[in-house]
T-cell receptor
């Protein structure tokens, strides 16, 4: 059974730091991996989607990498800002891949201090 | 463009009461989902639908029912509320469930069963 784990559960950094959030999954048979941002009391917003054939995706200060063979993904945030404070969740799309049914990690809550 | 809209935002139920969580999307998406998120946990899939008239169970369907009479609407019904159903409920949608498609989420319904 596919399991997705995110460590640490919480992270606090000073403004301006570069940081990495980790996501691991137990079964490498995935079709894609998404990183989401969740603000308190709000829904999830998809930040980046990496297809299984891709190694990384970039959007602005965000860069997500995927290593299927080792069951790992990282979300790199450059020059962090207080506005980046939120919970970040990763989710994998397992077989059959065409249903959009995702399996989520527990999330990492990030606090960026001014 | 409203995206995915959920109502109500908050609700308190007594044990044994029933209610319907509403979800509507205006993006003409075929695939819709209901997830629940317990504190400190990832999201778990309750039910999903691949089109009007077609629904299927997810990981945690017990105690819930769904229907999909139109493309736009996907209500979630709780028949006999139990404390274990205290959670935040999210509705989501995607166009065809394809591996290159991001998931769009509503802002959630926070439900407490006392």
């Amino acid at each position: 059974k596919q399991e997705v784990t995110q460590i640490p559960a919480a992270l606090s950094v000073p403004e301006g730091e570069n940081l990495v959030l980790n996501c691991s999954f137990t079964d490498s048979a995935i079709y894609n991996l998404q990183w989401f941002r969740q603000d308190p009391g709000k829904g999830l917003t998809s930040l980046l989607l990496i297809q299984s054939s891709q190694r990384e995706q970039t959007s602005g200060r965000l860069n997500a990498s995927l290593d299927k063979s080792s069951g790992r993904s990282t979300l790199y945030i450059a020059a962090s800002q207080p506005g980046d404070s939120a919970t970040y969740l990763c989710a994998v799309n397992p077989p059959p891949g065409n249903t959009g049914k995702l399996i989520f990690g527990q999330g990492t809550t990030l606090q960026v201090k001014p | 463009n409203a995206g995915v809209t959920q109502t109500p935002k908050f609700r308190i139920l007594k044990i044994g009461q029933s209610m319907t969580l509403q979800c509507t999307q205006d993006m003409n998406h075929n695939y819709m989902y209901w997830y629940r998120q317990d504190p400190g946990m990832g999201l778990k899939l309750i039910y999903y639908s691949v089109g009007a008239g077609i629904t299927d169970k997810g990981e945690v369907p017990n105690g819930y029912n769904v229907s999909r009479s139109t493309t736009e609407d996907f209500p979630l019904r709780l028949e006999l509320a139990a404390p274990s159903q205290t959670s935040v409920y999210f509705c989501a949608s995607t166009l065809t469930g394809g591996t290159n498609e991001k998931l769009f989420f509503g802002s959630g319904t926070q439900l407490s069963v006392l």
